[in-house]
């Protein structure tokens, strides 16, 4: 099965790297606009090939490019034989970008997001294990292939990753709460931090602060494309800090210790 | 050399253990309020006896008990013939609790605050690398006596740590931007966190999160007692916030960019 890679960055170089060492594929093509990222994928053994377009005959076509490119990808190969998908964090703004210039989906096209990553980024950083137990969303439109779906599933599986349906918009909405607004936040943060402050610091602002690294140029856009449901999640989260805000304006002891008790239980998965 | 550990929690088990393995004491005493942490201490070898009251013979005694009790545990020593330092993470509000009764510091009290901590907690968590490169915090006043500060200074470094000296208002200052800030904000974070949120998380929100399963009872203190500066550091945050959120309503790309690149690079040591 011949596996086009289009965008050799940390997830297209990780998804690569799994796809090979499992079986998958013995035959990766990876394209990438930063042509020092394809050449890095091929050096470092995680294509097998470098393209200048994405072969008719790949069974197999993974987007794994910045979210405000991923549209004009799939247009581009709408009629490509092979299923295709992509690994977007944000999906209902690309979904209604198509749909409002095509009026449909692609059927064989399965927007996807794998909720992993890592520090690193670029081909350098792949990592066979990046999708090992972590969740791939399919958020698939009602005029998407049931087959093309199967096939996307399988591979992200065939990653290790746990595949799972859900509706783009749920998915918008769950991930505003559970990464996007966590990113905004440090990044506010961090704007507070000066020099300083930094030899001043323990393993819990280490901890706090690493989302913070997060590439500029793809934070702007998932932001941006999903700034809806992230400005609800950041409107809740004020509300909440506004409690806290009270009961330290109060000097409320016991209001502080519930306040904080609820907050650390939230993170029981039991 | 006798030293006196007043709470064998995880800073004051930590302290033991490490300044036994360096070589600095070998007759290490332990008294905590909650006697099954004394006994825990005792049983991993990491004291060698539980005693009722501190030995006037003790050297050297630290007071590793929560915030709202270091005040009265200085105040019941205030005679004790060794030096008497604590590891509490708000400094001034102590300072001028001991002042506002007794007008002035006991000069064998050097006020102290290691910044070093870990998710564990209790004698069981105990690591004697815990201060290893880490920031010790002294705080000394004017009235405190230079012959503890450096005897206190010795034993942080005894123990791994950089000692280093600070007015206890900037030490508060910085420690409400560097600390109690990320706290505040990952547990008003966490209050909009539900249970169905859980499962589609990443790496990025572990780690956002971890400082949220910090001990109520001690965050309730420290969050309370420290804010005047945290309340200071809380508005600065609020105002980059407001920013992010103009650059999000206006779907600004640029700004949002610019914002996340200036933000990156408080990380940078450099």
């Known amino acids: 099965m011949k596996i086009a890679i289009v965008g050799t960055g940390l997830i297209g170089a990780s998804f690569a790297k799994a796809a090979r060492s499992r079986g998958l594929s013995s035959d990766i093509v990876g394209l990438d606009a930063e042509a020092e990222h394809a050449a ?4 470092l ?6 393209v200048d377009a ?31 998908f992509d690994a977007g964090s944000v999906k209902a703004p690309i979904i209604e970008s198509l749909k409002a210039r095509d009026g449909a989906l692609p059927p064989r096209y399965v927007p996807c997001h794998p909720i992993a990553g890592s520090e690193g980024s670029g081909p350098e950083a792949a990592d066979g294990d990046l999708f090992t137990g972590r969740e791939a969303v399919l958020t698939p439109a009602p005029e998407t292939d049931p087959e093309a779906i199967d096939q996307v599933r399988a591979l992200w599986r065939g990653v290790g990753a746990d595949a799972r349906l859900m509706t783009a ?19 506010a943060y961090l704007d ?6 930094l030899p001043h610091t323990g393993g819990g602002f280490d901890d706090f602060t ?36 009270r009961a330290l304006a109060n000097g409320d002891r016991a209001a502080l210790q519930a306040l904080i008790t609820a907050a650390g239980r939230r993170l029981t998965r039991d």
């Open 169 to 187: 918009a749920d998915h918008d909405r769950i991930l505003a709460v559970t990464s996007h607004l966590p990113h905004l936040l440090t990044f």
């Open 45 to 50: 053994g995680l294509i097998d090939r470098v």
């Open 192 to 197: 507070r931090v000066e020099a300083g402050h």
């Open 54 to 84: 994405v072969p008719k005959e790949a069974a197999a076509v993974l987007l794994a490019v910045p979210v405000d490119g991923i549209a004009d990808w799939v247009r581009r190969l709408a009629d490509h034989p092979g299923v295709l």
């Open 40 to 43: 890095t994928a091929l050096r």
């Open 210 to 245: 690493r989302i913070g690294a997060a590439a500029p140029s793809l934070w702007a856009d998932i932001l941006r494309l999903n700034r809806g449901p992230l400005t609800e999640a950041l409107a809740a989260f004020k509300d909440s800090l506004g409690r806290f805000e």
